[in-house]
């Protein structure tokens, strides 16, 4: 495909919102073009299963760019926008070239994110894999993501990449992997390990695809399965990381509630201070409860609020609690919901 100052045109239309009906198809078009020949690419070099995923490749091309048409009250497509905002430039003094560059690096990143996403769909074990791999790499300082190729790889940080070389073969990782690998091994340590195996060998590129990672890490976790784990125990992995997440998530929504409906129930006086920062409380142990595999000893809103204020009966929380927590904990499990879709 051609790209002239036309395309140009129809990305500062849409990143400013100024855009028209005709612009909308327009600009549909440019992202089916741009996205429909890297997952071609994929399925011919056998990165993509369409089998597995039970798609034709249209359907996964149009799957893999809905994202991107997202947009806000005002009708902006504030995905773009952020990310052409947070460049140092504006797109306006870029050459048509170079806006198609960057917008061709923004979809891809999108395309990738939500290949991810469909083969976590159909293979819960590699997403339970690759989503506590999202969140020991962001703990842990080893590893940059980048996108390649319209790939995403882990590289290893202030090393050289040995770009010259050949790419890493699955099968060099699963050898090398095998032989200093644990089976009861968690992400971040696999994550280290993967770490030392590419820094110390100097035969081929220090990259290694995400997902390929990922599946090397699940071949692990299906062999601790197969010789110590009962089959109940599956879906088990990492569960202490996890858990850690939903806290920090837990304590980030309450902290946003608690600012957000601090005017409406305490300076209106609904309820005192002390007794707001009750419900605050109580909410957060609610998220966790809902959210983490972690055990309480109580298990209904009453038992969390009863933790808070020990003398509190039952008659007196129906009459006087029951509907403010139910309504804060409705909030609060939507807002936990798109905080742990982040991760």
């Known amino acids: 495909m051609i790209f002239t100052v036309v395309h140009k045109n129809l990305l500062i239309a849409i990143i400013s919102g100024e855009y028209s009906n005709q612009d909308l198809k327009n600009f549909a078009n440019l992202c089916y073009s741009l996205a429909s020949p890297l997952i071609h690419k994929k399925i011919s070099l056998g990165k993509i299963n369409l089998d597995i995923l039970g798609m034709k490749q249209n359907e996964i091309v149009f799957d893999c760019i809905a994202d991107i048409f997202s947009r806000d009250e005002r009708g902006r497509f504030y995905k773009v926008q952020s990310y052409f905002e947070s460049l140092d430039f504006k797109i306006e003094n870029l050459s048509t070239e170079e806006a198609i560059v960057h917008f061709r690096k923004f979809l891809f990143n999108v395309v990738n994110n939500n290949l991810i996403r469909l083969y976590s769909e159909v293979d819960s074990t590699l997403g339970k894999i690759l989503r506590n791999m999202k969140i020991a790499l962001k703990r842990e300082s080893l590893f940059t993501q980048i996108t390649r190729f319209g790939d995403t790889y882990l590289i290893p940080i202030n090393s050289d990449l040995l770009w010259e070389k050949p790419p890493i073969t699955f099968d060099y990782l699963q050898n090398m992997f095998s032989k200093t690998v ?25 990259a290694v695809p995400l997902v390929l990672a990922a599946l090397l890490f699940k071949e692990v976790y299906i062999l601790g399965w197969k010789e110590e784990m009962p089959s109940s125990a599956v879906n088990t992995i990492s569960l202490e990381l996890e858990n850690e ?10 902290t946003g509630i608690r600012n957000e409906m601090y005017r409406a129930y305490v300076e209106k006086h609904k309820v005192d201070e ?57 909030i609060a499990k939507n807002k936990m919901k798109n905080e742990l879709q982040k991760l």
């Open 182 to 206: 644990l089976i009861h091994d968690n992400i971040p340590e696999m994550l280290k390990k993967l770490f030392d195996i590419l820094i110390e060998q100097d035969e081929f590129q220090r």
């Open 245 to 254: 997440d939903v806290k920090a998530a837990a304590n980030k929504i309450c």
């Open 274 to 330: 002390p007794l707001f920062f009750k419900y605050m409380n109580a909410l957060n142990l609610i998220l966790i409860n809902s959210f983490s595999t972690i055990e309480f000893a109580g298990d209904s809103y009453f038992e969390f609020l009863q933790m808070e204020i020990p003398d509190l009966t039952k008659d007196v929380y129906i009459k006087k609690h029951k509907k403010i927590i139910e309504y804060l904990a409705k």
